[in-house]
């Protein structure tokens, strides 16, 4: 029987920590990690490269222009390059951010990333986050947590990590709606599996909700491990 490679999906909504804790487990457990939201942001970066009047964009467009991405291993993860390019500051850009939410929406778009996830799948041990991982991309990942977190912490979060500083409660207010707004955009591509662990993370610190999920692969791996040596066992002798 081939190899069944390991996924571990991990979904969750905008800045609910799933990349950051995706990429630590990863490393944690000695796979490779997959950031789906970085597809859609190499998507989105490479359409603004042709053209930055998103009103005239059309779906074959954006779609044209996602071919222009590669998914290359690098490290422990993976690195979307565009044109052989590599973008990582520019996809976390303002602008990228901005039309992301538009582009992941279309639908040539969202089978594009999925298939270059599955493709990564393939020869890999991965973490994968996203929004519909644990549903559309791999109804059968080994291992399923979806993230939440209350929005004020999730905006806070985000602040901190972008402004490098404690943010005021003005600046949180602010990032709230917006995260609110993007939510609301984002709801029909977020969607938690049935078989899904639910982890709410507001009042958890990183580390912890990256030992929860280590725990949680380590023992389905081990009982999965144990089940297979068990049926090869009582094969025929």
């Known amino acids: 029987m081939a190899h069944r490679h390991v996924v571990v999906a991990i979904d969750g909504p905008a800045a609910s920590g799933k990349s950051s804790t995706a990429q630590w487990v990863a490393q944690r457990i ?110 059968d990942a080994t291992v399923k947590v979806f993230l939440v977190a209350d929005p004020w912490e999730r905006a806070r979060r985000r602040l901190v990590q972008q402004l490098g500083r404690s943010p005021v409660d003005e600046e949180i207010a602010e990032e709230t709606g917006r995260l609110v707004q993007r939510d609301a955009r984002d709801a029909t591509q977020t969607v938690q599996a049935k078989d899904a662990i639910l982890i709410d993370t507001t009042f958890l610190t990183q580390e912890e909700q990256v030992e929860r999920i280590v725990a949680l692969v380590r023992a389905v791996t081990q009982r999965e491990d144990t089940t297979s040596a068990v049926d090869d066992d009582s094969g025929p002798g």
Not at 36 to 42: E, K, M, N, V, W
Not at 88 to 113: F, Y
């Open 30 to 139: 000695g796979f490779r990690h997959v950031d789906s939201g970085a597809l859609y942001r190499a998507a989105t970066a490479a359409q603004l490269r042709r053209s930055t009047n998103e009103s005239n964009w059309t779906e074959e467009q954006v779609c044209e222009a996602a071919r222009h991405v590669k998914l290359l291993p690098r490290g422990t993860s993976f690195s979307p390059l565009i044109d052989g390019e590599n973008v990582d500051d520019e996809l976390r850009g303002l602008e990228v951010t901005r039309h992301v939410s538009r582009v992941a929406a279309m639908e040539c778009v969202r089978a594009w990333v999925n298939d270059r996830v599955r493709e990564a799948a393939r020869d890999n041990d991965i973490v994968v986050d996203g929004r519909d991982m644990g549903t559309a991309v791999f109804p």
